[in-house]
């Protein structure tokens, strides 16, 4: 997906994890391994259940980023459906304010019956709560 001015979302893979850590650190976010490995490494580890990260980047440099998992959870009555865990949505702060990160949010959106956020930052908050995100339990 190209966008004006430069800008471009596009799944990342395994060659990106390197660009990938580099963004991380240029944060300042601490990322253990184990935790990009995890969260981050696109990879269907067993049925149902899939890593994805979708990079965002300004003319060929990856400046921001959201990943999920999907993951099948029961909902009460016991139907089965697929939901998406958000992780990792993270924006270079130069490029705040520009509806980048609405856009990255929606895309990680796309297509889902059900999406899940633990926590956020004080960026990420506001933005999920004016995309009509809410609280449970």
Known sequence: MTHSSGITLALLGERDLPELRSLFAALGLHMPEENVEQFSRPRRPAPGIEVVTIGLRDNGRLVGTVGWLE?????????????????NFYMSPELRGRGLGRRLEAVAREGSPLCL?????????????????????
Not at 71 to 87: D, F, M, T
Not at 117 to 137: C, D, M, N, Y
């Open 71 to 87: 993951l099948p959870v029961q909902l009460q009555g016991g139907e089965r459906i697929s939901s998406r865990w958000l992780v």
């Open 117 to 137: 956020i633990t926590g956020g930052t004080p960026h990420s908050i506001p933005l999920f709560e004016k995309a009509g995100w809410r609280l449970a339990g």
